[in-house]
């Protein structure tokens, strides 16, 4: 989606380095979800984001929404081959019930 | 509960034959949605239901798509006649109610996805 933009679109990082995904938006947004998917799986939720400046962690990912509700970054520290996938994040818009989705981040985690 | 479940996991269809996708929901999930997922077009919303009933169809590509809610439990997803530029996964997700009115945490919850493959 134009509205919702990832990147960078792949990253190769070697086991127990740090990275960071970012989601940036053309517009405020309402809410924030992360998400996760395997190749053949479903998507699974990681966290949701609502406030200016919110930041959520869970194990070893943090996520983080910019004051202006325009921009989020996911943080994988020290990172496990278990981190590997395609990350996606999802925004609810004001004005509209919908989530509307990113283009997806592609995480390879190499021995 | 079991999730949102999806069949089939798997269809291999030819070019013009009728492809039908099911989904049941998260029982007590008010709302349904259906997406469709390809490497050029990523993620997108193809239509989703609020209490059985079509809100929101305006992602679904064209006539050739259909998609019915006949109860709480059960929605299906019609393509006829399939073609090869509809290969692609779909998922089926249900949340329960309004993500704007969600309280934190709460989201939609994704089947498996069905791969469809039109030869």
């Known amino acids: 989606s134009q509205e919702l933009e990832q990147s960078p679109q792949s990253l190769i990082v070697q086991e127990g380095k740090n990275l960071t995904i970012n989601c940036t938006s053309s517009?405020?947004?309402?809410?924030l979800y992360w998400y996760k998917q395997k190749y053949g799986e479903g998507l699974i939720f990681l966290m949701m984001l609502q406030k200016g400046g919110e930041e959520k962690s869970h194990e070893k990912i943090t996520a983080k929404l910019d004051e202006k509700k325009q921009q989020s970054s996911l943080h994988i520290t020290a990172s496990q081959p278990s981190h590997a996938g395609i990350y996606l994040c999802?925004?609810?818009?004001?004005?509209?019930?919908?989530?509307?989705f990113g283009t997806g981040t592609r995480l390879t985690i190499i021995p | 509960d079991a999730g949102v479940i999806q069949s089939p996991r798997h269809e291999v269809t030819e070019m013009g034959q009728e492809v039908t996708l099911r989904c049941k929901p998260i029982s007590g999930h008010d709302y349904l949605f259906w997406y469709r997922q390809t490497m050029m077009r990523g993620l997108e919303l193809l239509i989703y239901f609020n209490n059985n009933v079509p809100i929101d169809d305006s992602g679904m590509p064209e006539d050739r798509f259909s998609a019915k809610m006949p109860n709480a439990s059960f929605s299906t997803l019609k393509i006829q006649p399939s073609e090869p530029r509809d290969s692609a996964v779909y998922f089926c997700?249900?949340?329960?109610?309004?993500?704007?009115?969600?309280?934190?945490?709460?989201?939609?919850?994704f089947g498996p996805g069905t791969r469809l493959t039109v030869l």
């Open positions: 517009k405020t947004l309402y809410g």
């Open positions: 999802g925004a609810v818009f004001f004005g509209n019930e919908k989530l509307t």
């Open positions: 997700a249900s949340s329960p109610f309004r993500l704007r009115l969600a309280g934190v945490e709460d989201t939609q919850y």
